[in-house]
C-alpha cells in the first residue's frame, strides 16, 4: 500500500486521467485500462482504490465536483460583481475540455440519480451547494451595485444554473448548439437582464451579435 | 392483426399507458407487463407493436415528441404574443402527470444519446423544431409589440428552451426544486426581462414572491 501521504494525491492524479479520458471519449467508453494508459498507473494499482469501473467514474463524480466547489470559492474571493458571477456560471459550461468532462460525468450521474435515492442524495447536495456560492455572487454584485437590489437571490441562483445545465446539455447534443456557446456567452446576455440601468447601459456598448439583430 | 384503420390508435393508446406509467414509477421500472396492466391489452398484443421493453421506450419518447409537437403547434394558432410564447415553454416544464412522464422520457434518452449517434440525430431533430417553434412564438410577440425588436429570436429560443430543460432536470432531482416551480414560473419571470418597457411595467403590477424581495 502507497504512504498515506501519497495516498490522497495519487487517487486524485487517477480520478484527473479519468477525466482526461471522458472529454477524448466519453462516459460510456471510459475504462480502467483507459485510465490506466492515460495515468501511467497499472490497472492493479487502479484496483487498490477503485474496486470497479462504477466506483472509479463515480471518483471521477467526486473529483468534478470538488473542482467546481473549488472554482467557484476562487472566483468568489478573486473576482467582483457581475464578474464573479459570470465566471462562476461559466464554469459549468462545457467550453474546454476540462469543463466538457466535467459537464458528462455530472450528466451521466443525474441521469442515474433518477432512479437511485443514494445517489441522488449526492447530487441534491451538489445542487445546493453550487446554487449557495451563485447566490452569494449575486448578493455580492447587488451590494456592489451591479445588480438590482430587490432580486431574490436564492431564487435567481436557482434559475441561472438551471439556464447553464439546460445550455450545457443542448450543446452536449447537438454540435449547432456548442458553436452558439462559444461565439458569445448566452450567460452574460441573461445576467445583464438583471443589471442597473448603468451596467446594462455599458453591456449595450459591448457588441453582442448572437443576442441581438444587427439593423 | 389488428385492421389498419386501428392500428395507428392502438400504437398511441399502448404509447400513452406507457407514458402514464412512466409518470408513476419512472423510466427504470416501466415494463412491458406494467403497460399491459395500464392499458388492457396483453402482453402478447404489446409485442405486436413493440419488440422489447427498449422498442416500448421508443415508441414513448416519440409519442413525447408528437404531443409536444402538436401543444406548441395549437399554441402557436390561438394563443398571442407573450401568452403563447410562456405556454410553449411551460409545455415542457414537469407540472403535471403528463408532462413529468413526457420530462423523465425525454431525459432518459438524452443520456442514451450521448453514446448513440443514431438516436442523437432523432433528439436533435427534436430540438431543431421545438426551436424553431419557440423562434416563430417570439417573432410574433415582436411583432405584437410584447417583446423588444431588436433581439434575435432563434437565439433566444434557444437560450430559452435551454433553461426550460434545465429547470426540469433540477426539478426531477430535487424536490425544492419542484416546489419553487410550482410557485412561480421562472419562465414568466425572464420572458418579461425581454418585453418592452410597457409590458415590462404590467410585469411588475404582478405579484411575483418568487423573484423579488418584498420589501
Redesign the interface.
Known amino acids: 500500500m502507497p504512504r498515506i501521504v501519497d495516498h490522497d494525491e495519487r487517487r486524485r492524479q487517477i480520478c484527473d486521467a479519468l477525466l482526461d479520458v471522458t472529454a477524448e471519449v466519453?462516459?460510456?467508453?471510459a475504462t480502467i485500462r483507459g485510465v490506466a494508459e492515460r495515468s501511467g498507473w497499472s490497472t492493479g494499482v487502479i484496483g487498490h482504490f477503485f474496486k470497479n469501473r462504477k466506483d472509479l467514474l463515480l471518483g471521477g463524480l467526486r473529483r468534478a465536483a470538488e473542482i467546481h466547489s473549488e472554482h467557484n470559492t476562487r472566483m468568489l474571493s478573486t473576482l467582483e460583481g457581475l464578474q464573479a458571477l459570470e465566471s462562476i456560471l461559466e464554469g459549468a459550461m462545457p467550453l474546454d475540455r476540462r469543463r466538457l468532462a466535467m459537464c458528462?460525468i455530472f450528466?451521466?450521474f443525474?441521469?442515474e440519480?433518477?432512479?437511485d435515492e443514494q445517489l441522488?442524495l449526492e447530487?441534491?447536495s451538489y445542487?445546493v451547494g453550487w446554487r449557495r456560492s451563485v447566490a452569494r455572487a449575486i448578493r455580492q454584485a447587488q451590494e456592489k451595485g451591479d445588480l438590482q437590489p430587490?432580486?431574490?437571490a436564492r431564487?435567481?441562483s436557482?434559475?441561472l444554473?438551471?439556464?447553464?445545465?439546460?445550455?450545457a446539455?443542448?450543446a452536449?447534443?447537438?454540435p449547432s448548439?456548442l458553436a452558439?456557446l462559444q461565439e458569445f456567452s448566452?450567460i452574460r446576455?441573461?445576467v445583464r437582464?438583471?443589471a442597473l440601468p448603468s451596467e446594462a447601459a455599458r453591456d449595450d456598448a459591448i457588441s453582442d451579435p448572437?443576442?441581438?439583430?444587427v439593423?
Chains 1, 2 share one sequence.
Open positions: 466519453g462516459v460510456a467508453s458528462r450528466f451521466f443525474y441521469a440519480a433518477m432512479c441522488r447530487i441534491e445542487l430587490h432580486l431574490d431564487s435567481i436557482a434559475d444554473i438551471g439556464l447553464v445545465e439546460g445550455l446539455t443542448h452536449m447534443l447537438d448548439a452558439r448566452p446576455f441573461w437582464r438583471l448572437v443576442h441581438q439583430v439593423a
